[in-house]
């Protein structure tokens, strides 16, 4: 009788042990093309400390910047197979997993960040839906500015533009055949191989935002900005549904708040630094070519003319004109000028 009881004891007192035992550690692999010490990056790390103190340490968040991982093909192919468990994507491989987000990149339907976050934050959460049911959980929401041209000449006409030869990002076909059926002479490439085409010749001008530009030194080699909003570069933080189910369920609302938090903080970081860099360019030698209102007729042409393939291969028709439908809403609510992108 004595040997069954301390025999009861000794499972209570191992059972009651175990109860009280911290949560085991949940790791989440983020990877990212955020240069480290970048506001990415730093942003990023802050929001890693805070979930591991929302956490309890329970849930530890490591972050592999500046391509570690791989570029963002290499990311998402490892997110899906669980060698990574986070990524900052732009919305070019957000497209690929959903194509309902390409909607936000439609170019020249926004001219404005005011008309892109009043779209946005209005198709987040069907957006966020569509992409949980492809096994991704969206942290946040970010941006990296406006893309537009930068050329080795002044460009101020779309022929202009065609008689070069324009920076295309390889593994796009779809996007590669647009610019070729509108009459460019497009040249397949990595980012990483811009500068040295730059100075081969190769190419003659390539289309990205101010940051990219300045932050890769892109700019010495092609020192005529147009002034033309071409199209957001938009992005996002996503998690795969699967690690994301692994944390305690308890903490995953505090680690979305926070993560939401974050998204904001670097977005207005990013608008920030994105006039610093136009400003630093432009003391370097760099020159902004402004298109003379004839001749944006020409420019909004060559983009409403990918709009009927766009709806056919890249974008939902269904999201496409919900973008501008509430793009115009936006316009009316703040009495702009009439749509002149459609």
Do not use: C
């Amino acid at each position: 009788m004595q040997n069954i009881l301390l025999r009861l004891l000794i499972l209570l007192a191992v059972f009651f042990s175990a109860s009280e035992a911290p949560s085991q550690q949940v790791a989440i692999k983020l990877g990212t093309l955020a240069p480290s010490g970048s506001p990415w990056h730093d942003v990023l790390k802050v929001m890693g400390e805070r979930w591991r103190e929302a956490s309890n340490g329970r849930v530890q968040l490591t972050i592999f910047p500046g391509g570690v991982a791989g570029d963002e093909p290499d990311m998402l192919r490892k997110l899906r197979v669980g060698q990574l468990h986070a990524a900052a994507l732009s919305g070019a491989w957000l497209g690929s997993i959903e194509p309902a987000v390409h909607a936000l990149q439609i170019p020249l339907a926004f001219s404005s960040y005011e008309e892109l976050d009043y779209v946005r934050e209005r198709l987040s959460g069907r957006l966020e839906t569509l992409l949980e049911k492809r096994g991704f959980v969206v942290l946040n929401w970010g941006d990296a500015g406006w893309v537009t041209f930068f050329a080795q000449k002044p460009v101020t006409r779309v022929a202009e533009m065609k008689s070069m030869k324009l920076f295309a990002w390889a593994g796009d076909p779809g996007v590669i055949a647009m610019w070729r059926d509108a009459g460019f002479q497009v040249v397949p490439l990595a980012s990483t191989d811009i500068m040295l085409s730059l100075q081969t010749g190769l190419i003659h001008a390539f289309n990205a935002t101010a940051l990219a530009a300045v932050s890769f030194q892109w700019f010495t080699l092609a020192p005529y900005m147009i002034d033309l909003r071409w199209a957001p570069l938009i992005g996002a933080t996503i998690v795969s549904r699967q690690a994301w189910d692994k944390i305690p369920a308890d903490v995953r609302p505090v680690l979305h708040g926070i993560s939401r938090e974050a998204g904001r903080q670097v977005r207005n970081e990013i608008r920030n630094l994105e006039q610093e860099a136009i400003r630093a360019m432009v003391k370097r030698g760099l020159e902004i070519v402004h298109i003379p209102d004839q001749f944006m007729a020409e420019w909004r042409q060559v983009g409403e003319a990918a709009y009927p393939r766009l709806q056919k291969e890249l974008v939902p028709p269904e999201y496409f004109k919900e973008v501008f439908r509430l793009r115009d809403e936006y316009r009316s609510k703040k009495a702009l000028p009439p749509p002149v992108n459609r």
